[in-house]
């Protein structure tokens, strides 16, 4: 890995008999520049099998890996149902879309852009002013793209302006109050009684108001019309992947490497003579028209734009995307697309969300525990806990065992014999809530056998709240309260994402 | 002129400035010392309007307590302020201290995470449902009027003067004791201040328990001036105290006051007088914040190097 290119320097010209340490490695080369040449070294080396992983990974070459990356998505259409390549397919790669447009304003230029959605909700509108039957009008979808595309940039140019010269703090709180107001605003335009009267041509109904813009037009290439899921699945993966090839190429060129360096240290780029704000207006306009583009597709997909669809929630399932799929990584997002759309969608019946979530507890349990005896300890001390909590509550505290879990299957009834199900849970399950979280974080204050003992009563915890609470509102607040939580703990334990590649700092 | 729509809107702008105020102390506290943009804010002061409601339940509710009407005020007051400092606190110590050498934006998006883990608690908990507070009954609200247009309620008056004494005691104890003065060097040089032997991580700690118990305090104003409060609250309160603090000046106390009372007039004024105003007030506050920037990006009482918290 850390070979800089070329053999050795000094070869043939001096008598072998002559040490010669010109080309040890821990020399500086003349010509050569040790800190550009040795950036490789300086990545935090990962070990284990995630290493070995990540090694093989970064040994393909780019096409081969942009194959293995999108080649299981060209063959999905063909082994599944048309439901199934909705849910799972078609909105996974939207939002796959989305979240490389805010990977280029996070990862890249590190721009804390909350508004993001906001250009996603303002693509999928005008493409519906554009083209619905709400509107009248029915533009051709090779015009309409374009408009979309180049007006959500100059939104973005707008927005951007405004925080030219603020730090990126400032922009953060800019962008979440413009999501909030393009949410009020699509909520109540509609002509109605209290919205404004525009001049020249009064009152306009531009986006039906909180019942949402409908009839949108199907995409409509030169006449072709595409109407099935297939269709747009096929369109999106056609987008994605020019998209990605294109930002591998931008990644490597002098605008990629310049938002990197504004990334890493905005001070130290402006002082190389580098456009600091051009390149951050840049980096932001990008988005946006990402942005905007895929809202058009979302658009036409749902043949309607509503304005719920484009709020806070949205925006948290994006940013746990970027995130997850690592800041700055071009494939990663793909994979956390994957990862934060398929398993909500896996959630809806409350059997499957069971499953994944002991599933996803066990296996936390066995990737952070080191070593093996540690997690069966664990495991065992659990049941025990859990076999006798069950065994004195039913001997003293009748009601305390009296629920049941509804449609359980085979792990839900033995379930039943372990955890606690009262039957009146509401208030007993809220402090139990509340415990879980001061044992949570209690776990991470304590270390060694500590950690061992009081992750035994957290697990049984957490147990008891999943089936007695959260398991009421797994695809609502659940859901997000999962994706929030998921924020701070990887951003506590590995800021740079989970494909992401951490850098050693350098003092 | 219509008069009484004037004073009218004057008054409940005022009203609901100085909650806006109350909030906005706590987002300039904290980022006067951190550099942090606390996003969960807005959430600790819903937090806070929830706890002083359950007190109230607690206390046998709003038509029969167990106390006398002002001083079940001031015990709803008190719990709400010291459960969200403590709460505050701990938001702290789990979710940003670990971060204070990460790159900025990780300590952002931390914060992000907290206020929609916070929200959807909240959601899960005790639903989407308003709640009502009630406290008419309790406190006797009893309405003065000057001339035949200048109406204001006790209950206003209650609400803008504790407002006002609240920020006069944090300006007190930020320029007058030990602590503030901790705070200060603090928020001045972070390194220098440690070297110094000051105790950073009680600094920290004691500031954002003093602004989340501000926020907290504005919750139960809100509660008992409005009425009604519910889960998702938070936000664009958050939203409108950020926007207060950066108005004012970000980092200045002053500032924030005078920030929080411009924004809730704003939002006020924006309701009666401007097209659309009653729905797209919000809205015009968000014009505002943008020529503020435009205009005098360190707000308007705020200069870079003095007056830092």
Same mark, same amino acid.
């Given at each position: 890995?850390?070979?800089?290119?070329?053999?050795?320097?000094?070869?043939?010209?001096?008598?072998?008999? !002559?040490?010669?340490?010109?080309? !040890?490695?821990?020399?500086?080369?003349?010509?050569?520049?040790?800190?550009?040449?040795?950036?490789?070294?300086?990545?935090?080396?990962?070990?284990?099998?995630?290493?070995?992983?990540?090694?093989?990974?970064?040994?393909?070459?780019?096409?081969?890996?942009?194959?293995?990356?999108?080649?299981?998505?060209?063959?999905?259409?063909?082994?599944?149902?048309?439901?199934?390549?909705?849910?799972?397919?078609?909105?996974?790669?939207?939002?796959?879309?989305?979240?490389?447009? #805010?990977?280029?304003?996070?990862?890249? !230029?590190?721009?804390?852009?909350?508004?993001?959605?906001?250009?996603?909700?303002?693509?999928?509108?005008?493409?519906?002013?554009?083209?619905?039957?709400?509107?009248?009008?029915?533009?051709?979808?090779?015009?309409?793209?374009?408009?979309?595309?180049?007006?959500?940039?100059?939104?973005? @140019?707008?927005?951007?302006?405004?925080?030219?010269?603020?730090?990126?703090?400032?922009?953060?709180?800019?962008?979440?109050?413009?999501?909030?107001?393009?949410?009020?605003?699509?909520?109540?335009?509609?002509?109605?009684?209290?919205?404004?009267?525009?001049?020249?041509?009064?009152?306009?109904?531009?986006?039906?108001?909180?019942?949402?813009?409908?009839?949108?037009?199907?995409?409509?290439?030169?006449?072709?019309?595409? =109407?099935?899921?297939?269709?747009?699945?096929?369109?999106?993966?056609?987008?994605? =992947?020019?998209?990605?090839?294109?930002?591998?190429?931008?990644?490597?060129?002098?605008?990629?490497?310049?938002?990197?360096?504004?990334?890493?240290?905005?001070?130290?780029?402006?002082?190389?003579?580098?456009?600091?704000?051009?390149?951050? #207006?840049?980096?932001?306009?990008?988005?946006? !028209?990402?942005?905007?583009?895929?809202?058009?597709?979302?658009?036409?997909?749902?043949?309607?734009?509503?304005?719920?669809?484009?709020?806070?929630?949205?925006?948290? =399932?994006?940013?746990?995307?970027?995130? @997850?799929?690592? #800041?700055?990584?071009?494939?990663? %997002?793909?994979?956390?697309?994957?990862?934060?759309?398929?398993?909500?969608?896996?959630?809806?019946?409350?059997?499957?969300?069971?499953?994944?979530?002991?599933? %996803?507890?066990?296996?936390?349990? @066995?990737?952070?525990?080191?070593?093996?005896?540690?997690?069966?300890?664990?495991?065992?001390?659990?049941?025990?806990?859990?076999?006798?909590?069950?065994?004195?509550?039913?001997?003293?505290?009748?009601?305390?065992?009296?629920?049941?879990?509804?449609?359980?299957?085979?792990?839900?009834?033995?379930?039943?014999?372990?955890?606690?199900?009262?039957?009146?849970?509401?208030?007993?399950?809220?402090?139990?809530?509340?415990?879980?979280?001061?044992?949570?974080?209690?776990?991470? #204050?304590?270390?060694?056998?500590?950690?061992? @003992?009081?992750?035994?009563?957290?697990?049984?915890?957490?147990?008891?709240?999943?089936?007695?609470?959260?398991?009421?509102?797994?695809?609502?607040? =659940?859901?997000?309260?999962?994706?929030?939580?998921?924020?701070?703990?990887?951003?506590?334990?590995?800021?740079?994402?989970?494909?992401?590649?951490?850098?050693?700092?350098?003092? | $002129?219509?008069?009484?729509?004037?004073?009218?809107?004057?008054?409940?702008?005022?009203?609901?400035?100085?909650?806006?105020?109350?909030?906005?102390?706590?987002?300039?506290?904290?980022?006067?010392?951190?550099?942090?943009?606390?996003?969960?804010?807005?959430?600790?002061?819903?937090?806070?309007?929830?706890?002083?409601?359950?007190?109230?339940?607690?206390?046998?509710?709003?038509?029969?307590?167990?106390?006398?009407?002002?001083?079940?005020?001031?015990?709803?007051?008190?719990?709400?302020?010291?459960?969200?400092?403590?709460?505050?606190?701990?938001?702290?110590?789990?979710?940003?201290?670990?971060?204070?050498?990460?790159?900025?934006?990780?300590?952002?998006?931390?914060?992000?995470? $907290?206020?929609?883990?916070?929200?959807?608690?909240?959601?899960?908990?005790?639903?989407?449902?308003?709640?009502?507070?009630?406290?008419?009954?309790?406190?006797?609200?009893?309405?003065?009027?000057?001339?035949?247009?200048?109406?204001?309620?006790?209950?206003?008056?209650?609400?803008?003067?504790?407002?006002?004494?609240?920020?006069?005691?944090?300006?007190?104890?930020?320029?007058?004791? *030990?602590?503030?003065?901790?705070?200060?060097?603090?928020?001045?040089?972070?390194?220098?201040?440690?070297?110094?032997?000051?105790?950073?991580?009680?600094?920290?700690?004691?500031?954002?328990?003093?602004?989340?118990?501000?926020?907290?305090?504005?919750?139960?104003?809100?509660?008992?001036?409005?009425?009604?409060?519910?889960?998702?609250?938070?936000?664009?309160?958050?939203?409108?105290?950020?926007?207060?603090?950066?108005?004012?000046?970000?980092?200045?106390?002053?500032?924030?006051?005078?920030?929080?009372?411009?924004?809730?007039?704003?939002?006020?004024?924006?309701?009666?007088?401007?097209?659309?105003?009653?729905?797209?007030?919000?809205?015009?506050?968000?014009?505002?914040?943008?020529?503020?920037?435009?205009? *005098?990006?360190?707000?308007?009482?705020?200069?870079?190097?003095?007056?830092?918290?």
């Amino acid at each position: 890995m850390s070979s800089l290119g070329g053999g050795p320097a000094g070869e043939g010209g001096l008598p072998t008999a !002559a040490p010669e340490p010109v080309d !040890a490695p821990d020399r500086p080369r003349v010509g050569v520049d040790e800190w550009v040449a040795r950036v490789d070294e300086r990545r935090a080396a990962q070990r284990g099998l995630t290493g070995l992983v990540a090694r093989a990974w970064e040994r393909v070459p780019a096409p081969g890996r942009l194959v293995l990356l999108l080649g299981p998505f060209a063959i999905f259409p063909f082994v599944t149902s048309e439901g199934n390549l909705f849910r799972y397919g078609l909105i996974t790669l939207i939002y796959a879309l989305l979240a490389m447009g #805010l990977n280029v304003v996070v990862g890249f !230029a590190g721009l804390l852009d909350l508004g993001y959605v906001a250009f996603f909700g303002f693509g999928a509108y005008l493409y519906g002013i554009m083209a619905s039957g709400h509107s009248g009008h029915h533009l051709q979808a090779e015009i309409a793209i374009p408009i979309v595309v180049v007006s959500a940039a100059l939104v973005g @140019l707008l927005l951007g302006l405004t925080s030219w010269r603020l730090l990126g703090d400032y922009l953060a709180i800019v962008t979440l109050f413009f999501l909030q107001a393009f949410v009020i605003f699509v909520n109540n335009a509609n002509g109605g009684l209290n919205d404004f009267s525009y001049p020249f041509v009064g009152k306009v109904d531009l986006t039906g108001g909180a019942n949402g813009l409908d009839q949108i037009d199907p995409l409509n290439f030169f006449g072709f019309h595409i =109407t099935t899921t297939k269709g747009y699945y096929i369109f999106t993966l056609i987008s994605i =992947t020019l998209l990605m090839t294109m930002l591998y190429f931008v990644n490597g060129s002098r605008t990629g490497r310049a938002w990197r360096a504004l990334r890493e240290d905005p001070l130290a780029a402006e002082v190389m003579s580098m456009p600091v704000n051009r390149l951050k #207006l840049l980096a932001f306009m990008f988005g946006a !028209a990402t942005a905007g583009f895929s809202g058009t597709i979302y658009g036409a997909v749902q043949s309607g734009a509503f304005p719920g669809d484009y709020d806070v929630g949205l925006l948290i =399932t994006i940013y746990a995307i970027v995130i @997850l799929g690592g #800041l700055g990584s071009i494939g990663g %997002v793909v994979i956390g697309a994957l990862v934060v759309n398929g398993a909500p969608e896996l959630l809806r019946s409350s059997a499957n969300a069971r499953f994944l979530f002991y599933g %996803v507890l066990l296996l936390a349990l @066995l990737v952070a525990l080191r070593p093996w005896y540690k997690p069966v300890i664990v495991l065992l001390g659990t049941l025990a806990l859990g076999f006798a909590v069950h065994a004195i509550a039913s001997a003293v505290w009748s009601r305390g065992t009296a629920g049941h879990i509804a449609g359980a299957g085979k792990l839900g009834n033995a379930l039943e014999h372990w955890v606690l199900l009262p039957s009146n849970a509401g208030s007993i399950a809220g402090w139990a809530y509340f415990a879980l979280i001061v044992a949570a974080l209690v776990l991470t #204050l304590v270390r060694g056998w500590w950690r061992v @003992l009081v992750l035994i009563p957290t697990l049984y915890l957490a147990a008891f709240v999943w089936e007695n609470k959260l398991v009421e509102q797994v695809s609502g607040a =659940t859901r997000l309260i999962l994706l929030g939580a998921l924020l701070v703990v990887i951003m506590n334990v590995r800021p740079a994402g989970i494909f992401g590649t951490s850098r050693v700092e350098i003092v | $002129v219509n008069w009484s729509l004037f004073f009218g809107e004057l008054v409940s702008g005022l009203t609901l400035g100085s909650i806006y105020a109350l909030i906005a102390l706590g987002y300039t506290m904290v980022y006067g010392i951190l550099k942090l943009l606390n996003f969960a804010h807005g959430d600790v002061y819903m937090v806070g309007a929830f706890v002083g409601f359950f007190v109230l339940q607690w206390l046998g509710g709003p038509l029969e307590p167990a106390v006398t009407g002002w001083l079940a005020v001031a015990i709803m007051f008190a719990v709400a302020m010291l459960v969200c400092g403590a709460l505050g606190v701990g938001i702290e110590r789990f979710a940003y201290r670990p971060l204070r050498d990460a790159p900025r934006i990780a300590p952002l998006i931390s914060a992000l995470g $907290v206020s929609i883990f916070l929200q959807n608690s909240a959601l899960l908990l005790w639903g989407p449902q308003f709640r009502d507070y009630d406290t008419f009954d309790l406190v006797g609200v009893k309405s003065y009027h000057i001339g035949s247009n200048f109406f204001i309620s006790n209950v206003q008056i209650l609400t803008i003067s504790v407002s006002i004494g609240l920020t006069i005691v944090l300006a007190l104890v930020v320029s007058r004791t *030990r602590t503030g003065k901790a705070m200060r060097a603090t928020s001045f040089d972070r390194d220098a201040a440690e070297m110094m032997g000051i105790s950073i991580d009680r600094v920290i700690s004691f500031t954002f328990f003093l602004g989340s118990a501000l926020a907290a305090a504005g919750g139960v104003m809100f509660g008992i001036v409005f009425g009604q409060i519910f889960s998702l609250m938070g936000f664009t309160a958050g939203l409108k105290g950020f926007t207060a603090a950066v108005v004012g000046g970000i980092g200045s106390i002053p500032g924030a006051v005078l920030g929080g009372f411009l924004i809730g007039l704003t939002e006020s004024f924006a309701t009666g007088y401007l097209p659309g105003g009653s729905v797209y007030a919000n809205l015009y506050v968000f014009a505002l914040l943008i020529t503020m920037f435009l205009i *005098r990006p360190s707000g308007l009482l705020g200069s870079p190097v003095i007056q830092k918290v």
